[in-house]
């Protein structure tokens, strides 16, 4: 069974940084897209950054410019480094791995996610 654990989250005040990090452990072939989801108050689960496993990345227009993923592929690792937060990126932030198991199903799994809070 793959795992993911999160780490980083926390409480920073606007304009500040944090860096959220995303090792999957268990048994697996290998590991496809891995992604960075949030969700705010009252609000639906959104896809915030994804990376491919050759490094191709795709954001949220809401934090393009200021947020960046990126990946160790020999260490099953992803990160999210968020520059300039805004109040409006408050919430849990969710890894999200897509991967091969041992038996060549392609499945996904999430991680238990991480509180970011910034204040104003």
């Known amino acids: 069974q793959v795992q993911l654990v999160e780490s980083g989250g926390g409480l920073v005040q606007a304009g500040g940084s944090l860096r959220l990090s995303c090792a999957a452990s268990?048994?697996?072939?290998?590991?496809?897209?891995m992604a960075w989801y949030r969700q705010a108050p009252g609000k639906q689960r959104e896809l915030v950054a994804i990376i491919t496993p050759i490094g191709n990345t795709n954001y949220a227009d809401s934090v393009k410019g200021r947020f960046a993923i990126s990946r160790d592929s020999t260490k099953n690792t992803v990160w999210l480094q968020m520059n300039s937060l805004k109040p409006d990126d408050t919430g849990v932030y969710y890894c999200?791995?897509?991967?091969?198991?041992?038996?060549?199903?392609?499945?996904?799994?999430w991680g238990q996610g991480t509180l970011v809070t910034v204040s104003s």
């Open positions: 268990g048994n697996m072939l290998s590991i496809s897209d």
């Open positions: 999200n791995a897509k991967y091969y198991s041992t038996t060549g199903r392609y499945l996904e799994v």
